[in-house]
């Protein structure tokens, strides 16, 4: 079989062969370029990181959160579908019971190890009570160490910054505290207890 | 008062104020400034920010601090000397691209003269023969730093350099000629002085660009293969011998090669302005006679300057612009067409001389 072979034609002429009308050529580009950047910066397509951020999509996975409830607590009610599914085993979830009878459980720890994630979302689809999202929007995590990864529950809050230490939102202090058995039965879901 | 005028009158003194004015103030910060300005128009050149980040608080400049943070940098950098190299050679080679890049302004005046006083060091008779002596000295700075390091790049990158400079130097001495018979004279102030006559009345300035177009463009030429930058960068040679002839150095001494570099830019730059576009001379500025002294000084040194800016920004524009010559077309571009060029320039010159002078 013969090869079929595409002769590329060979760009010559006048104004290959004396180079300098090619130069200028060239020199137009560049000083075009370069007075419309002197003026105002017009073709500059740089982001300055730091300062500007580009525009994440809505759908973009990045650091996770815990969701709340409008009175403010967890909307995780331990049940380890995440930690289950996660491919990278990132997730780890103690149970602890909820002094509101209504509600089985609650993670008394919740720990991401950011450094193990994988960013894979599966936890997020996996959540039955859209408790876990990857929504913050945070592009980059550079921390100066290892442990500051280790992301337990209270820190796995909308805004929270490593890099700020302030002194975590909702701890186990803040949970709702029923004042009798009673008045925590019928909550606020609408569920009875058992 | 009194004092101070007879001192200052010394021949000596106002040579060595005049080295100081020139070098300290126009050369060494022309050089040091273009070595951001290249970084900066080089982004601008490729739609980038380019370098903006040295700040002291919240103050950067627009990237003016990187030229104190290259300094600071280049300072406490350790200044290594690689196993094997000579010792001696090796710490003396950066010093000789420098020096002679920096004494090309010796014989470069910036102003007209007012009465005795000249805004020129020194008014040599063999005038542009010093100036090849000097870049000539130049070539011993590549040839001794590629040799001395004991390094192969950097020999690959001391033989190109030498070898590009040597072939590049006999045309641009040959390029010089027409410019040399045009104007009769090899010293500088002459050849300034030349050039402030005028063709059809007071029409056309006799400025060199315009007397020797062909011999613009070869002198320019070879004066950017002197200076070793794209399109004839061979000898550094980024992408085959990683940084050629200066490879192995390392802290104050890559700096003095870099500064070097960019205090060659401006030499050639202001050679340009002197012979090719008439000096100091402000064109049909005669014509205003009762210009006060004060204000055509301050006129022509800015002139000067301009004419200077451009040349170097035009420098930097053609590295950023085209590509890099590979050594033998360097070498063939050299010898077989621009150096029966500018041997035909100087034939057609002589002619034209003899026919109309």
Not at chain 1, 4 to 22: L, N, S, T
Not at chain 2, 249 to 254: H, I, L, T
Request: net charge neutral.
């Amino acid at each position: 079989m013969e090869l079929k072979v595409k002769q590329v034609k060979r760009v010559d002429g006048v104004k290959e062969a004396f180079y300098i009308p090619a130069a200028f050529g060239g020199l137009r580009l560049t000083v075009k370029h370069f007075f419309r950047n002197l003026f105002g910066s017009r073709d500059v397509v740089t982001i300055n990181y730091p300062e500007e951020k580009r525009p994440v999509s809505m759908r973009w996975r990045g650091r996770h959160r815990l969701t709340r409830k409008d009175d403010g607590f967890l909307k995780c009610v331990a049940c380890y579908m995440c930690e289950t599914v996660c491919p990278a085993k990132c997730i780890h979830i103690e149970a602890g019971e909820h002094p509101d009878l209504s509600i089985e459980k609650y993670p008394v720890r919740f720990d991401i190890d950011e450094l193990r994630c994988v960013f894979c979302g599966l936890c997020v689809e996996a959540c039955p009570k859209e408790a876990i999202r990857m929504d913050t929007g945070v592009v980059a995590m550079a921390y100066s160490s290892r442990k500051t990864f280790d992301f337990t529950r209270d820190l796995l809050r909308d805004n929270y910054d490593p890099n700020q230490h302030e002194s975590p939102k909702y701890g186990d202090e803040d949970l709702p505290r029923p004042e009798s058995q009673e008045s925590a039965l019928p909550n606020s879901q609408g569920i009875p207890a058992s | 008062m009194d004092l101070i005028l007879e001192i200052l009158s010394i021949p000596l003194v106002q040579s060595i104020l005049k080295i100081a004015f020139i070098i300290l103030l126009f050369a060494m910060p022309l050089g040091t400034v273009l070595t951001l300005m290249e970084r900066k128009w080089s982004a601008m050149i490729q739609d980038r920010v380019g370098p903006n980040r040295a700040n002291v608080g919240n103050y950067t400049g627009n990237g003016l601090l990187h030229l104190a943070a290259d300094g600071l940098k280049s300072i406490f950098k350790e200044d290594t000397i690689p196993q094997g190299a000579n010792g001696f050679l090796y710490l003396i080679a950066p010093f000789f691209g420098l020096i002679a890049g920096v004494a090309t302004f010796a014989i470069i005046p910036i102003a007209g003269p007012i009465g005795d006083f000249t805004f020129q060091v020194t008014d040599i008779e063999p005038g542009l023969l010093f100036i090849f002596a000097i870049t000539s000295l130049s070539v011993y700075g590549a040839v001794l730093a590629g040799t001395s390091s004991n390094s192969k790049f950097a020999l690959l990158g001391g033989t190109r350099a030498s070898a590009q400079m040597i072939s590049y130097e006999v045309f641009m001495g040959l390029a010089l000629m027409g410019i040399f018979m045009v104007y009769g004279s090899t010293r500088v102030s002459d050849i300034v002085n030349g050039q402030n006559e005028y063709w059809f009345g007071n029409l056309i300035p006799m400025w060199g660009v315009f007397t020797q177009p062909l011999g613009f463009f070869l002198f320019f030429t070879a004066l950017i293969a002197e200076t070793k930058r794209a399109p004839f960068d061979a000898p550094e040679g980024e992408s085959e011998i990683v940084a050629g002839y200066f490879l192995e150095y390392s802290g104050m001494r890559w700096s003095a090669f870099m500064l070097a570099e960019y205090v060659a830019v401006a030499g050639v730059a202001v050679l340009m302005t002197t012979l090719f576009f008439g000096g100091y001379h402000v064109p049909w500025l005669h014509l205003w006679e009762s210009a006060p002294q004060w204000l055509v000084t301050l006129l022509q040194i800015g002139k000067f300057s301009i004419v200077t800016i451009f040349f170097c920004w035009l420098q930097i524009q053609l590295r950023w612009t085209l590509p890099k010559f590979r050594f033998d077309q360097t070498m063939s571009l050299g010898w077989k067409k621009l150096l029966p060029l500018s041997l035909a320039n100087t034939a057609l010159t002589a002619v034209v001389v003899l026919a109309f002078m």
